[in-house]
C-alpha cells in the first residue's frame, strides 16, 4: 500500500530559518559560518568575542600566571583530542594513578588558553574545544594560576557556546551523518568528553559535594534533543512528496512511517556507532519514533475518520507497520531487541476494526440493494437485454456486485486475514437475503411481464446472472457454510423457474405430436418422431443465448421430457399385441426412434448419456420371448432405472399380451417397491405419474 521513496531528496539540506543548504563535509569545517549549528538562534549568554575581550583585560592588569594543568585527558601540541578512555594506561592502573600520569604530562605543556579555545570552537573542533574548558574548568576550582585569569561566569559563558553548538549538530545528526560525519562525530566526542567529566567528578567527590555546574548531565540533555528532533522530523510532513488520492490523515501516515524507516536506517547504518554502548542509540532513537507514531496513530482513531482513512490507519498499524517498517532487512534485527509494541491499544483496535467491518457491511448491503432495483427498472425498458460472446447478459445487477463484494473482501483481507474472514462472513449471509429478494422480484416480472417485447431474452439474461453468482459461490464458500447451500438453493429456484418458462410453449407444442403414437399403434413411428425432432430443434436454437452450463443443462431437460413422453406413450394400455411377430416389429420402431432420438439429442449439446439406454431395453423386453431372458433384462432395467416401480412394469407389460397372469407376476417380483433414495441425476421413472 505504501511506496517507501528515498531517503535524501535534492534540495536544501539542514538548513533553517531561510538559510543557505548545507555544504560538504571539508567546507563545512573550514567556513563555520555556514554550519548548522551556526543556523540556530544566538545563544543569550556573552559571546566568543565578549569572553575573549573580557579575558584580555584581565590579563593586562595580571603578570603572566603559570599553569596548573588538572585534566585527566592528554591534549596533543597540534590541539587534537585524544581521550584518557584511549590510553592504553586504562585498566592497568587505577584513577589516582592514571590522574597522576595525566598530570606530570600536561605539566610539560602549556595550559590552553581562551583564545585557543575560541579558535577550535569558531573552526568546529568541537571535542578539543571541550577538553581545553575542561582544563580550564579544573583549573578554576583549584584556584591555579590559570584559574585566576578567568572567572567562573567566563567559563559558563564559554559552556553555553560550547553547548549550543554541540546540540545543534547533534539535533541534526539524521542529516549529518551521511553529509558531514566529520562534524557530528565532533559533537559526539565532545558529548563523550562531558559524560566522563561528569564520571571523574562523581569519582573524586563524596556523594554529598555538590558543585555548581557539575555533574553537567548532557546525556539529558542529549536524551531531549534526540526527542526534539525526531518530533521535528516527524512533524514536517513538506518533506515527504505529496501523493495523489490520499487525505491529510493518510498523507501523515506515509510521511511517519516513511521517515521513521529512513531514519533508522540512518541511525543503524552511521550514527549507531559514533556513540558507547551505554547510550542505547538505536533503541531510544526507535522508542522516540515509535511512541511518536503511536501518539499521532492513537489521537486519529479517536477522532471522527472518514471510511477509507480507517482502512489506512488499521493497514498500518496490522500491515504496513509491523511488515514493511519493523521486517525491513537492514532495521529487523535491531528492531527486534527493542520490544515496540503496536501502534494502537488492543481496545482501541477492536473498535476502530468494528467500525470498518459495520461500514463496509452496511455499504455492501445498500449496494445489493440499489443494484437490483436499478435491475427492475432496466426489465421495464423496451430494449433487449446486451449480449456478451452471444449470450444475454445483465452485467450490473452479477458481475459488478461481486467485484464489489471481492474488492471489499481483498481489501479487509490486505489489513490482517482475520479481518478478511469476518468480513467475507458477514457479506455471506447478506447474499443470501439479496438472492431471495432478486428471485422474488424474478418471479413478479415473470407473471406480470409476459406481454414485454424481449420477455424471453430477459428471462434468459436473469438465468445467466445466475451463473456468475454461483460459480463465486462454489470457489469461495466453504461445502459446510451454511450460506452456501442457501445460495445455491435460490440460484436453483431461479434457473428452474425460467427454464420452465422457456420450455413450456415447446412442451405444449411436443404433446399432440406424442399423442399420435397410440393413436397410430406405432405406425408412421419414424415420421412421428421427425416431426418431434423438427419442432424441437427450432426452439433449442433460440436457447443458445443461454451460458453454455445453462444451454446444456436445458437441453438435458428437453432430453428427459422427450424419452419420459415417449415412455408414457408405452405405459398407457393402448396398446396389446398377442402376436410375437407385431411384438418384433414394434420393437424395432421404439429401437429406430430411440436411436434417432439419442443422435439428436446427443448432437445438439446433452450430455445425459444415463437417458439412452431407457428405450432400448424397453424395446429388448418387448422383444423377448423367452421367460427367462425377460427377467434378466427387467433386472438390468432396475438396476439402470432404480426409480422404476412395479406400476410401471406392469402397465408396460400390458404390451405383451401373451404373458399369462402369473408370468407377469414372476416378472414383477423381480421389483420391490422400495422408496430406496436414487441420486437427482437419475430420475426417471419417478416423474411419470400412473392412475
Not at 594543568?69 to 592502573?93: F, H, L, V, W, Y
Not at 563524596?206 to 539529558?220: C, D, G, L, T, V
Not at 405444449?508 to 397410440?518: C, D, E
Amino acid at each position: 500500500m505504501m511506496k517507501m521513496l528515498p531517503f535524501f531528496q535534492s534540495g536544501p539540506i539542514g538548513t533553517r530559518n531561510g538559510s543557505e543548504s548545507c555544504i560538504g563535509a571539508n567546507r563545512q569545517l573550514e567556513n563555520p559560518s555556514t554550519s548548522v549549528a551556526g543556523q540556530v538562534p544566538t545563544c543569550p549568554e556573552p559571546s566568543v568575542d565578549e569572553i575573549w575581550t573580557r579575558y584580555q583585560e584581565k590579563m593586562s592588569e595580571r603578570p603572566e600566571a603559570a599553569c596548573r594543568p588538572s585534566r585527566a585527558s592528554s591534549i596533543t601540541s597540534n590541539g587534537s583530542c585524544t581521550s584518557a578512555g584511549d590510553s592504553p594506561e586504562k585498566g592497568k592502573k587505577g584513577i589516582k594513578d592514571i590522574l597522576t600520569s595525566a598530570f606530570k604530562k600536561i605539566k610539560k605543556t602549556k595550559p590552553p588558553s581562551v583564545k585557543q579555545i575560541m579558535d577550535l570552537l569558531e573552526e568546529h573542533k568541537l571535542c578539543d574545544a571541550a577538553q581545553h574548558l575542561i582544563v580550564l574548568e579544573r583549573g578554576l576550582s583549584s584556584k591555579s594560576e590559570e584559574g585566576l585569569n578567568i572567572s567562573q561566569q567566563d567559563v559558563e559563558s564559554i559552556y553555553e557556546v560550547l553547548k549550543h553548538k554541540v546540540f545543534s549538530v547533534l539535533k541534526d545528526s539524521i542529516l549529518l551523518a551521511k553529509i558531514n560525519p566529520e562534524l557530528l562525530q565532533q559533537a559526539v566526542e565532545a558529548l563523550k568528553e562531558q559524560e566522563k567529566e561528569d564520571q571523574n567528578y562523581t569519582l573524586e567527590n563524596p556523594p554529598n559535594q555538590h558543585m555548581q555546574f557539575r555533574p553537567r548531565k548532557w546525556k539529558e540533555l542529549w536524551m531531549a534533543t534526540v526527542k526534539e528532533s525526531v518530533e521535528t522530523r516527524m512533524k514536517d510532513t513538506s518533506r515527504t512528496p505529496r501523493t495523489e488520492k490520499l487525505s491529510a490523515v493518510g498523507q501523515n501516515l506515509l510521511h511517519m512511517g516513511k521517515t521513521m524507516k529512513e531514519d533508522l536506517t540512518v541511525v543503524a547504518k552511521y550514527i549507531k556507532q559514533l556513540y558507547p554502548p551505554e547510550f542505547n542509540v538505536f533503541s531510544t532513537y526507535a522508542e522516540l519514533y515509535h511512541n511518536y507514531f503511536a501518539c499521532q496513530a492513537q489521537e486519529n482513531a479517536e477522532s471522527q475518520l472518514e471510511h477509507k482513512d480507517i482502512c489506512l490507519l488499521l493497514s498500518w498499524v496490522h500491515n504496513i507497520y509491523p511488515k514493511d517498517v519493523r521486517k525491513d532487512p537492514v532495521l529487523a534485527e535491531e528492531l527486534e531487541k527493542v520490544k515496540l509494541g503496536s501502534l494502537l491499544p488492543s481496545g482501541l483496535s477492536k473498535e476502530l476494526e468494528k467500525k470498518y467491518l459495520d461500514s463496509e457491511e452496511a455499504t455492501i448491503k445498500n449496494s445489493l440493494s440499489k443494484s437490483l432495483d436499478d435491475e427492475i427498472q432496466k426489465w421495464k425498458e423496451d430494449k433487449e437485454p446486451e449480449k456478451l460472446n452471444g449470450h444475454f447478459q445483465s452485467e450490473l445487477l452479477a458481475i459488478i456486485l461481486i467485484q464489489s463484494i471481492y474488492s471489499s473482501q481483498e481489501e479487509a483481507k490486505n489489513i490482517s486475514v482475520a479481518m478478511g474472514k469476518e468480513l467475507s462472513c458477514r457479506l455471506w449471509k447478506e447474499l443470501p437475503a439479496f438472492l431471495r429478494s432478486y428471485r422474488d422480484a424474478f418471479e413478479d416480472f415473470k407473471e406480470k411481464g409476459k406481454k414485454h417485447t424481449f420477455y424471453k431474452p430477459i428471462l434468459i439474461a436473469n438465468i445467466n446472472n445466475c451463473w456468475n453468482f454461483r460459480d463465486y459461490t462454489e470457489k469461495n464458500m466453504a461445502e459446510k457454510d451454511y450460506n452456501k447451500a442457501s445460495i445455491l438453493s435460490t440460484l436453483g429456484d431461479i434457473e428452474n423457474s425460467g427454464f420452465e418458462v422457456l420450455l413450456q410453449q415447446l412442451f405444449a407444442q411436443l404433446k399432440p405430436i406424442y399423442k399420435r403414437f397410440t393413436e397410430n399403434k406405432w405406425e408412421s413411428s419414424n415420421e412421428i418422431m421427425n416431426e418431434i425432432i423438427k419442432t424441437t430443434s427450432k426452439h433449442i436454437s433460440d436457447f443458445r443465448t443461454l451460458k453454455d452450463p445453462f444451454y446444456h443443462a436445458i437441453v438435458e431437460k428437453i432430453h428427459a421430457r422427450l424419452v419420459k413422453e415417449y415412455i408414457v406413450r408405452l405405459l398407457k394400455k393402448k396398446v396389446s399385441l398377442k402376436n410375437p411377430a407385431q411384438q418384433q416389429n414394434l420393437a424395432q420402431n421404439i429401437s429406430k426412434n430411440a436411436a434417432d432420438l439419442e443422435d439428436f439429442c446427443t448432437s445438439n449439446g446433452s450430455q445425459a448419456m444415463w437417458l439412452n439406454s431407457a428405450l432400448p431395453k424397453l424395446a429388448e423386453i418387448i422383444r423377448l420371448q423367452d421367460l427367462g431372458a425377460i427377467k434378466i433384462e427387467v433386472a438390468t432395467l432396475a438396476t439402470t432405472y432404480p426409480d422404476i416401480r412395479k406400476k410401471h412394469l406392469e402397465a408396460f407389460l400390458y404390451i405383451k399380451a401373451n404373458l399369462s397372469h402369473s408370468e407377469r407376476k414372476s416378472i414383477l417380483g423381480y421389483l420391490a417397491d422400495s422408496t430406496a433414495s436414487t441420486s437427482p441425476g437419475v430420475l426417471l421413472f419417478s416423474n411419470i405419474s400412473m392412475s
